[in-house]
């Protein structure tokens, strides 16, 4: 009765939903099905079973009545999660109950492209296939609050946060998004809320400037060219980390190009002669030759066509990343560490979204492959700045796994010969890295000074902790600098430090200085999600090299930070 009051009221609500941010588990809801792992049907606890039964009865109970009183209304089925309506697939609820799926699914600094964890974009190709599997394809996949990148300084800032905005879009609207119901806001907050990951997501900064971000005109380019297009597929480049997503208007073609990080060249092709034009992301245009090349960027460029782009070549990827002057060189992997294929729980169960399985590597240590960066400063020799390609480096594959598990992750342990020590206070860990567009992903283990085992996997079973800006993941072509922070604690009264989120701990969550790093942990994969499919990888490998600590200062190097922490921390300086 009371949404036929609401639906007389305001005629033009566009749907009320059933559920609204609810979950039936963390592991069942945001977690991976189960199928897609390699196990098979999905087994439900009895107290999922039992919230299952519940929701259903209440759901049926409620479009029941509404379509019994406001037979006009249209359900929108959960403002939930992607996962949360497929168990109710699995239990045949009645599709005329459902005019739409809705979705919440924030992805705060998540890049739109990584692979499927909680909360991950990517989450809506397992609703897709589930939705085909079950039978309730052609229904429209709505969000009702979803993604928000925030420009926050500690979040994305505002170039890299305008980047997603499009990229998520795009790539939603190919995994069959029909409407962005709240998705994006026009302006901050102003208040408090304005500095956490749902209130700095405007395209404008807050009252009562309203500053334009990028995220103004980009999103307004987007719309643009994006008006009544319809998706068309996309262009294969060649690498996992180069997209080309095609859509069709009424006028012509129009794609959308970028690369996951660097730069590099991209040449296009139609089988017939076409008119291209380049649109930038300040809605620039101007005309291109064809066959026209053009610089992808992580900034999306927007190519116009009257006939489709068929084939992309890219060049090499140029990678400007650099470790800086205050650097100590830990090993330069002239020989590879120990492996150790046993299964490592501490590490692999550190959090319910993701399941990991030892997987069979090989390693070994060799000269170094493909081309090299070129060094900012050809004076530094034998440095953290010394290009890899100078001498070996340490090459690290994944085998062909014993069980296929496409959404899973592999891992391999690997151990120095005796734990290698960090003087002082370093800011990061570095590595120069030979990747080729896998998502694999190196993991640090230390030990502090008392013996606490961190690990660079996040706070165990916590949100938004385990590298959700994607720093330590293989996702790029070529050689490249990776940095990942190291935790710490402020002198006195260990006050926690920033980045000390990104790791898990096995005491007290106080780093004691020094540290000493123990183990690096390699993730590969055999699938990733590519724009709208499953694809599998390619390339199971990574090279690695002039492993790195990385300092603020030089002071920073000495032992002068773990002297004035252990002064700090006796009780009569407190």
Known sequence: LKVAEMLKESPDIPYF?????QAISDQLTYGILSR?????EQQLTAEEKAR????????KAACEGIRKHAPKARISFGWCEPIFSVPFMWEKFPKEFMDAIGIDTPQFERMPEMPVR??????????????KRCGYEGI?????????PSSHPLALGPQTAADHYVRTSVLSLALGTSRFMFCFTLHDCADYWGSNHYGCIGITGPRPEFNPKPAFPAYATMTRLLDQATFDGYVPTGSHSAYCVRFKTPQGFVHCLWTIRGTRTATLASAKTASFAQVDEHGNEKGLPGPATIMLKPTPIWVTSDQAIEKVALGMSSHAEQPGSNGLVLDTFDRPWVYDPAPYDRYAKNHWDLPRFPGPMKSQSGQAQGP?????????RGGPQCPPYLGPAWHIELSDPPKERPLAAWYGVFAPPKPIEIPGKARA??????????????????????????????TKDEWNCDDVHSWSYFNF????????????NLPGDNYREKDTVWWNHSAEGIVDLPVKLTRIIIEMRTHNIYVNDLVPVADRSVQLDNLTAVYDNAEAMTDAPVRLQREGSRPANR
């Open 17 to 21: 939903c059933v559920f609204t941010e």
């Open 36 to 40: 897609f792992v390699g196990e098979g």
């Open 52 to 59: 299952l039964r519940a929701f259903i009865i209440t759901g």
């Open 118 to 131: 909680s909360v991950a974009p990517n989450r809506l190709w397992m609703l897709r296939e589930e939705m």
């Open 140 to 148: 429209p996949i709505i969000h009702t609050e979803s993604y928000f």
């Open 372 to 380: 090299a960066p070129t060094p900012p400063d050809a004076q530094r």
């Open 429 to 458: 860990l570095g590595v120069w890295a030979n990747g080729h567009s896998n998502w694999g992903r190196i993991i640090y283990e230390i030990e502090d000074a008392k013996g606490e085992i961190w690990q660079s996997v996040g």
């Open 477 to 488: 072509d070529g050689w490249r600098w990776l940095e990942f922070p190291l935790p710490h």
